[in-house]
């Protein structure tokens, strides 16, 4: 722990801030030394924050968990974000892009939690507790300007997460090796789960750890976004596709 409670408040209000005005920030890199478990409690009061809105908690997301993700963003270390209410858009609505800054969009895949996840226990099987699976896509919007963020930079905005829709559930499956194409308007996108850690099961073993070390609790009813297995692309005011072989697709329409 580098940062004293005075400079971790302000940190917090300065993203809350950024995200609520719609308007980017410097790198919280540039003025402060900050090391990733102060970046998670940044995360954890940038997320109260929003819980003080009104908001809750309905899941989890992890990021970094592809090459193509990390090749595109400079950093290789998996991170894990908090999803709320206020950032879902169901299934082929509208969005309206002055709610971001500059926002992304990115191909994922979503599983959901039938069952809580005990993390105290050592041995906790996670595949056990998860009942379905979809094609889902997620928006992120750094509150970073230009995008450009340090390892703890983007753990502390939340894993620069800002929405996400999610596509028709399955009875859970091996979704390995599928082949995932994400259209945005004239620019295509296409990946393979497989890019998700050789399998995206593997990322729900990498939150268990993940989820342990931070003290973020997986409950019954949450989503788990696995990360994106494609570059995300610039989000524009047209129609966002995502299709995912044996899934099935899910849709958003930037609007202006
Ligand atoms: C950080 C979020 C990364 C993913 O799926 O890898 C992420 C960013 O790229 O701004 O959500
Ligand atoms: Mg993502």
């Given at each position: ?164 829709a999610i596509g ?12 995932v194409r994400l ?26 750890d993940m989820a ?45």
């Amino acid at each position: 722990m580098l940062l004293d409670m005075i400079d971790t408040d302000r940190l917090i209000d300065r993203l809350d801030c950024a995200q609520q005005t719609v308007s980017d920030t410097r790198s919280l890199a540039d003025s402060h030394e900050i090391d990733i478990d102060d970046a998670y409690r940044i995360q954890n009061g940038v997320v109260s924050r929003r819980l003080g809105r009104g908001e809750s908690i309905i899941g989890v997301k992890l990021g970094f968990t592809s090459k193509a993700k990390m090749a595109q963003m400079g950093i290789s270390d998996v991170i894990v974000g908090q999803l709320t209410d206020a950032m879902q858009i169901g299934d082929g609505d509208d969005v309206d892009l002055a709610r971001f800054i500059h926002p992304k969009i990115e191909p994922e895949i979503a599983y959901r939690l039938a069952r809580d996840v005990d993390l105290a226990d050592p041995s906790v099987d996670i595949e056990s507790c998860v009942d379905a699976v979809a094609p889902a896509m997620e928006i992120i919007d750094s509150r970073y300007r230009d995008f450009r963020f340090t390892y703890t930079d983007v753990v502390a905005d939340n894993t620069s997460a800002a929405g996400f829709a999610i596509g028709q559930w399955r009875p859970i499956e091996e979704v390995n090796n599928r082949t995932v194409r994400l259209e945005m308007g004239e620019r295509i996108a296409l990946g393979s789960t497989a890019a998700i850690l050789g399998n995206p099961v593997r990322a729900l073993h990498a939150l268990v750890d993940m989820a342990r070390r931070r003290t973020i609790a997986l409950r019954a009813g949450q989503v788990i976004l696995a990360g994106a297995a494609a570059a995300a692309v610039p989000m524009t005011a047209d129609t966002a596709m995502c299709h995912i072989v044996g899934l099935g697709g899910v849709s958003v329409k930037g609007t202006k």
